[in-house]
């Protein structure tokens, strides 16, 4: 889905999202485990839309 496609409830849910995921690595006990986590997380959804996630690693 394009964010152009996207509606404005939906913009909504997706900062909320954010939001969540951003909670969750600041409280996390462990935060590299917890950014792991979202990171497969992340890629998983973009490789579902298509979105190549190898030129995305930062080295």
């Known amino acids: ?3 152009l496609d996207m ?3 939906e913009l909504k849910e ?4 954010e ?3 951003l909670q969750r690595v ?3 006990e462990n935060k590299d485990k917890e950014i ?3 990171e497969k997380v992340l890629k998983a ?3 579902a839309l298509g979105i190549p996630t190898e030129d995305l690693e930062l080295k």
């Open 1 to 3: 889905m394009e964010v």
């Open 7 to 9: 509606n404005e409830l």
């Open 14 to 17: 997706q900062a909320i999202k």
């Open 19 to 21: 939001f969540v995921n």
């Open 26 to 28: 600041k409280t996390a």
């Open 36 to 38: 792991e986590y979202q």
């Open 45 to 47: 959804r973009l490789q």
